[in-house]
């Protein structure tokens, strides 16, 4: 609560065109390789505890560190004097055939294949001192470890070229035809619908789900997690729709929509806080980034509008409503769990009630 107060304090003294952009970073941060493994590291940490309350601590680091990237990038506005910011056009690759599209794949994949190196290579140097000092894997462990690294790496190298070579283009060509065929409302149905099911494709949301399910015993299910999750990002998107067709600012959205869900967190179970915390983070993952956003800059192109300002903020507002979504799903499951207490008390009672019935028939007999 104190962390968000002061991210939109210090909002109000950063340019225009550097707040939603800023709201942005936030999301897009907590991506692929950020989520399994602080999420993995802030349950290990709070199984450390073995208290009542370590379970419902074992979330939230995630939505920690979402916040960190937000008030780095508004002092960058508060301070950097760059210039007047401008916004370069994405250009769709001119190909004739499929050949020349797997050349323009395998030109770009050099540089994801080093960007994917550069994030693994610390977290393998890291497992590699703590394992020559402590000395806690064993040999099988160790292997398990060695293939699931050679699996991350090879995944993302291909996932991150597919979706920033082949899905960003494809999101702004689409938003740019949709925006200039004059059926522009038809942005907000439609961008609601691919938000609903974009959302199912995003790796880190399953992690986030198998692992809620795994914590609370089944009591929160993945379905129930995606569910909500899906809904809260068709939201999002079409309220991103509803900016670049009217300009309106962001601060109209973020503002009611975060003191509710501050206001949510005084109502829900603990467990359910930080896990709502982490799904906006971890909703706005690379398959938002490299999709939506693209598909809100071409519709923003198209309708004359200011990319900076209208176009930049989707990502923030899809960190944003799971915030809801998920904290009414906890209040569903507190209501739900009275109701079952109380049916389970009801019996005992009945039973109490008949025994002392027949205790007072003896006698008379």
Not at 88 to 100: A, L, N, R, S
Not at 125 to 150: E, N, S, T, W
Not at 198 to 218: S, Y
Request: charged content about 15%; proline content about 5%; glycine content about 10%.
């Amino acid at each position: 609560i104190m962390f968000y107060i002061g991210v939109f304090v210090l909002s109000i003294f950063v340019p225009n065109e550097f707040v939603s952009v800023a709201f942005d970073s936030g999301g897009v941060t907590t991506g692929p390789i950020t989520v399994p493994f602080i999420m993995a590291l802030g349950i290990g940490l709070a199984s450390i505890r073995g208290d009542r309350d370590a379970q419902d601590d074992s979330f939230g680091l995630v939505a920690l560190c979402s916040i960190g990237p937000i008030l780095a990038v508004l002092l960058l506005g508060i301070f950097y004097r760059g210039g007047d910011p401008s916004y370069t056009p994405v250009t769709v690759p001119e190909v004739q055939d499929t050949q020349q599209v797997a050349l323009v794949f395998l030109h770009d994949l050099p540089e994801y294949i080093k960007e994917v190196c550069s994030a693994l290579f610390p977290i393998i140097i890291f497992c590699a001192i703590f394992q020559l000092v402590f000395r806690r894997f064993r040999r099988l462990q160790l292997q398990k470890i060695g293939v699931g690294f050679i699996y991350t790496f090879v995944g993302l190298a291909l996932f991150l070229t597919g979706v920033n070579v082949g899905f960003m283009p494809a999101g702004h060509f689409l938003g740019q035809q949709l925006a200039g065929g004059g059926h522009s409302w038809l942005l907000v149905p439609l961008g609601m619908l691919i938000g609903y099911f974009l959302v199912t494709a995003e790796p880190a949301v399953h992690v986030l789900n198998k692992q809620v399910e795994m914590i609370t015993n089944g009591a929160v299910s993945q379905r129930a997690m995606m569910l909500s999750l899906s809904i809260g990002v068709a939201c999002s998107v079409g309220m991103s729709m509803l900016r670049v067709l009217t300009g309106l600012s962001i601060y109209w959205i973020l503002v009611p929509g975060y003191t509710v869900a501050l206001g949510l967190t005084f109502l829900v179970p603990k467990i359910f806080t930080g896990i709502a915390f982490d799904s906006g983070g971890v909703a706005s993952g690379p398959m938002t980034t490299t999709f939506l956003l693209p598909f809100a800059m071409g519709a923003c192109e198209a309708m004359g509008g200011n990319v900076l300002t209208d176009a930049f903020g989707i990502v923030a507002m899809v960190a944003m409503t799971p915030l809801l979504t998920i904290q009414i799903l906890g209040i569903l499951y507190r209501k739900k769990q009275r109701l079952t207490e109380a049916e389970e008390e009801l019996p005992a009672a009945e039973d109490e009630d008949e025994i002392i019935v027949l205790q007072e028939d003896t006698p008379h007999e």
